[in-house]
Nanobody, 126 residues
Framework: QVQLEESGGEWVQTGGSLRLSCAAS????????VAWFRQAPGKEREFVTA????????NYADSNEGRFTISKDNEKNTVYLQMNNLKPDDTAVYYC???????????????????WGQGTQVTVSS
């Protein structure tokens, strides 16, 4: 059974950058799309970005396109989220998730993902 562990979240000032990691163990993620979601206090979990199983194509939420970059390293069984020009609205717990089925394109719907990490806290101060 695959397990995911996020890391890299911390406190940062507005305009700063962070790189989050999502390390998978127990199974290769080579054949699977992976996504990042986030949840701020009092809000629903929302889509951030997803990358297709090949690691070639990504899609982003409008709120972070141009600032965030997702990448997938199949050799390391790890997915990364580079976040630049961070804003206070980016404050949230960030979760990575693996697609339910192989060869996915990187869906925006949480229902399409069946394995989730515990999350890593990102706090952006103004």
């Amino acid at each position: 059974q695959v397990q995911l562990e996020e890391s890299g979240g911390e406190w940062v000032q507005t305009g700063g950058s962070l790189r989050l990691s999502c390390a998978a163990s127990g199974r290769s993620i080579t054949q699977y799309a992976v996504a990042w979601f986030r949840q701020a206090p009092g809000k629903e979990r929302e889509f951030v970005t997803a990358i297709n199983w090949r690691g070639h194509t990504a899609n982003y939420a409008d709120s972070n396109e141009g600032r965030f970059t997702i990448s997938k390293d199949n050799e390391k069984n790890t997915v990364y989220l580079q976040m630049n020009n961070l804003k206070p609205d980016d404050t949230a717990v960030y979760y990575c998730a693996i697609a339910r089925w192989p060869h996915g394109v990187g869906d925006r719907r949480p229902s399409q993902y069946d394995t989730w990490g515990q999350g890593t806290q990102v706090t952006v101060s103004s």
